[in-house]
C-alpha cells in the first residue's frame, strides 16, 4: 500500500465529519494508506490570515514541518487548509531567510480533489467502480480556492475547471456544463456579512436548480455548510424553494465503488440525499 500524510484539519473533524470518512474509506479501496500527521494542529483558516500575516504562515508551517519529516506527500481535503498551506510555502521559498519551525518547502502538497484526479488514480477508479451514477445529473462546484489563484495552486483552467467533470463521467454521473462552477459562495463573511453569504449561495443554487442538476458536488467544507444548511434562507432570499443535495465528490466515489458505509456517509446530510438516490436506484 502507498502510504500518504494526511492531514484532516478541524473541519473534518467535526462539521465535514462524512467528508473525512468518505476520504479515508476510497482510500482504502484504491490501496492508499493515509498517516494523519501526529499532533497537528489548526492552520490558521480562516482568521488568522486577517489579522497576524506572521502567525498566519507560523500555523500552517508549524503543520507542515511536521509533513516534511514524513518524506511523503500531504493529502489535505480542505480546500481552506489546502490554501493557507500553499501560500505558507510560497513565502519560505521566496523569503528562505524567515523559516518557521524548520520548514523548508519540500513536502509535495495535494488537495484530495486534484490528487483522486490524477490519471492513475482515475484508472484505478475505473476499475473499481461496481455501481456506476447512471442517471445521476451532477453540477460541479469547485468553489474558489480550489483554483484560485492560480499562482498557488497551478490550476490553468482556474475559470473553467474540468477535472472534477471527468472524475464524475467516469463515476458513471452525467456531469452538467453551467456557469458558476469557480463563483464563490461567501464562506468566508459567513459570521460578519450573511447578507452577501445569502447572496451568492442563493444565486449558486438558482443555477444549479436552473441546469436541473440532481445534485451539487463539491470538495469544500466551507462551501458544504453554506449550501446544504442554509437552503430554507437561501429561498426566501431568492424568492425561491430548494432541496438539492449537496455532496461530497468522494461520497460519490464511495457510492460508484460500491463502499459498505457509503449510505452512512450520506445519511449526514442536512438537504437529505437518500431519497434522490433510492429513486434512481443508486442505493
Not at 495535494?110 to 453540477?139: A, H, N, Q
Not at 456557469?179 to 452577501?196: E, F, H, N, P, Q
Not at 451568492?200 to 444548511?229: F, R, Y
Request: proline share 5%; hydrophobic share 35%; with cysteine.
Amino acid at each position: 500500500m502507498k502510504e500518504i500524510s494526511y492531514y484532516p484539519g478541524c473541519s473534518l473533524h467535526g462539521t465535514a465529519k462524512e467528508y473525512d470518512e468518505s476520504i479515508r474509506g476510497v482510500s482504502e479501496l484504491l490501496g492508499l494508506q493515509l498517516r494523519e500527521l501526529e499532533d497537528w494542529t489548526c492552520c490558521g483558516a480562516s482568521s488568522a490570515h486577517c489579522t497576524d500575516e506572521a502567525l498566519a504562515i507560523d500555523l500552517a508551517a508549524r503543520n507542515l514541518a511536521l509533513a516534511e519529516k514524513t518524506r511523503r506527500e500531504l493529502l489535505v481535503p480542505c480546500v481552506a487548509c489546502y490554501s493557507r498551506f500553499k501560500a505558507a510555502e510560497k513565502e519560505v521559498k521566496e523569503h528562505s531567510k524567515n523559516v518557521p519551525f524548520g520548514y523548508k518547502g519540500n513536502v509535495p502538497i495535494r488537495y484530495s480533489l486534484d490528487f483522486f484526479c490524477d490519471e492513475p488514480i482515475l484508472v484505478e477508479v475505473k476499475k473499481k467502480r461496481t455501481k456506476p451514477l447512471k442517471g445521476l445529473k451532477v453540477v460541479c462546484y469547485y468553489g474558489c480556492l480550489t483554483v484560485r489563484p492560480p499562482k498557488l495552486t497551478g490550476i490553468k483552467r482556474y475559470e473553467d475547471p474540468d477535472h472534477m467533470d471527468r472524475l464524475m463521467e467516469i463515476l458513471g454521473a452525467e456531469p452538467i456544463p453551467w456557469s458558476y462552477k469557480a463563483d464563490c459562495c461567501g464562506a468566508s463573511l459567513v459570521m460578519t456579512r450573511t447578507d452577501i453569504v445569502r447572496r451568492l449561495s442563493g444565486k449558486i443554487l438558482s443555477m444549479a436548480k436552473e441546469a436541473e442538476a440532481d445534485c451539487l458536488v463539491t470538495g469544500c467544507p466551507m462551501c458544504h455548510a453554506n449550501l446544504d444548511t442554509r437552503q430554507d434562507e437561501l429561498g426566501k432570499e431568492v424568492g425561491d424553494h430548494f432541496d438539492i443535495p449537496i455532496l461530497y465528490f468522494s461520497e460519490l466515489m464511495g457510492l460508484a465503488m460500491g463502499h459498505k458505509d457509503a449510505k452512512k456517509w450520506l445519511g449526514h446530510h442536512i438537504t437529505n440525499p437518500l431519497k434522490m438516490l433510492n429513486t434512481k436506484g443508486l442505493i
